[in-house]
C-alpha cells in the first residue's frame, strides 16, 4: 500500500525550540509539499518542491524553511517554534506527470507550541 | 495569497438527504479537484475535473466545471454517516510551476 509517512503524529514544544517535521513517500513521486491547515482556514501552502534540492515558497513561508535532499524525503523546519505555529501540518506528494494535481497526503502532524 | 470561496462551511443534514456545496474565484482555474478529509486523516481526492463544463461522477457523488472556470459544485447524494468529514475544493491556475490552492473546507455531519 502505497503512502505518505509522516514520523510524527503529536508534538508538543516550546516556544523558541527548533522543530523538525519528517515526511518520507514510498511512490517515487518528484513532487512534494508542505501543508498546514487550521480550522476555518482550510489548507494553506507553506513550502513545495518539485525535485530534490529544490524548493520553492507557498503562501505563507515566513518562519519556515525545508530540506528535500533525498527524492523520498521532505522536511519541515521551524528554525525557532512560536505559539502562532500551533497547527496540525500535512505532508502531500505527487507524481510529476500529474502534476500537483492528485496529492497523496500522510496522515497528519499535529504541533503544539506552548 | 488567494484563496477559494467555498459554502458553506459547515453542513448539518439527516441520513438520506442530498448535500451540494460549491467553490468560486475571482480567477480562472484549468484544473477543479475535490477533496475529503476522514477525522484523524490526510484529505483523499474524489473527483478531479479537466474541462470547462465537465460532469463527473464517482459513485454517489456529482462534481461539475463551470463553464466560466471560475466555480465547481460539489453534490452527494442519499448521504449516509460515513460521508461524514471535511470537503475541500482545490483547483490550480494554468501557469507552470504552481501548486494547488484549496478552499477552506465545508464540514459534513451526518445523524441517522
Known amino acids: 500500500d502505497v503512502k505518505v509517512t509522516q514520523s510524527s503524529r503529536y508534538l508538543v514544544k516550546r516556544t523558541g525550540e527548533k522543530v523538525f517535521l519528517e515526511c518520507v513517500q514510498d511512490?517515487?513521486?518528484?513532487?512534494m509539499f508542505w501543508y498546514r491547515q487550521d480550522p476555518g482556514l482550510g489548507l494553506r501552502l507553506i513550502y513545495f518542491?518539485?525535485?530534490?534540492?529544490?524548493?520553492e515558497k507557498g503562501d505563507i513561508p515566513e518562519g519556515y524553511s525545508v530540506s528535500r535532499e533525498k527524492k523520498e524525503r521532505f522536511s519541515l523546519i521551524l528554525e525557532s517554534a512560536s505559539t502562532n505555529q500551533t497547527s496540525m501540518y500535512l505532508c502531500a506528494s505527487s507524481h510529476r506527470a500529474s502534476g500537483a494535481n492528485v496529492l497523496t497526503f500522510g496522515a497528519g502532524s499535529r504541533l503544539t507550541v506552548l | 495569497g488567494q484563496q477559494l470561496n467555498q459554502s458553506p462551511q459547515s453542513m448539518f443534514i439527516q441520513e438520506g438527504e442530498d448535500v451540494s456545496m460549491n467553490c468560486t474565484s475571482s480567477s480562472i482555474f484549468n484544473t477543479w479537484l475535490w477533496y475529503k478529509q476522514d477525522p484523524g486523516e490526510g484529505p483523499v481526492l474524489l473527483i478531479a475535473l479537466y474541462k470547462a463544463g465537465e460532469l463527473t461522477s464517482n459513485g454517489r457523488l456529482t462534481a461539475q466545471f463551470g463553464i466560466t472556470r471560475k466555480d465547481s459544485f460539489l453534490n452527494i447524494s442519499a448521504s449516509i454517516p460515513s460521508d461524514v468529514g471535511i470537503y475541500f475544493c482545490?483547483?490550480?491556475?494554468?501557469?507552470?510551476?504552481?501548486?494547488?490552492?484549496f478552499g477552506k473546507g465545508t464540514t459534513l455531519s451526518v445523524s441517522s
Open positions: 511512490m517515487d513521486h518528484e513532487n
Open positions: 518542491s518539485y525535485d530534490v534540492k529544490m524548493k
Open positions: 482545490a483547483g490550480r491556475r494554468n501557469q507552470a510551476g504552481t501548486a494547488l490552492i
